[in-house]
C-alpha cells in the first residue's frame, strides 16, 4: 500500500489536496469568467446610451472576419453600406449646421425689428 492510499486518522491524504487544488482552480476560473460575463453585461445595457462613434463602426467593420469578406461579394456590400451610413451622417450634419445658421440670422432679425420698433416709439418690453 502506497502512502497516498494508506488511511490516515488525522491527516488528508495527497490526492485529497489535489482534488482540492483542481477544485480551487475551476473556481478561479469560474470566478474569472463571471467577472467578464458581469463587465459584458454592464456594456452592453450602456451601449444604447452611448453617442454614436464613428471610430467604434470602422473598428467593427474592419474586424469582421475575412470568410466574410470574401461571399459572394458581401464585403462590398459592407463597404458600400459603411460608406452610404457615412454620407447620410454628413449630410445631416451640414443640414444641422444650415439650420443652425438660419436661427442665428433670424434671431439677428427680430433684435433688429425689437430694436427698430423701440427706436420709433413703439412699445418697449417689460
Known sequence: MSEDERPRR???RR???DALEVAGESLGALRAELTLLREENARLKTAPHQAPDIAALLGRARTLPGALMDD???GDEITRV???GLVVRESLLEICQEIERAMVSFEARLKALDSTVNLHGGRTRA
Open 82 to 84: 459603411l460608406v452610404e
Open 15 to 17: 490526492a485529497d489536496f
Open 72 to 74: 459572394a461579394g458581401l
Open 10 to 12: 488525522f491527516g488528508r
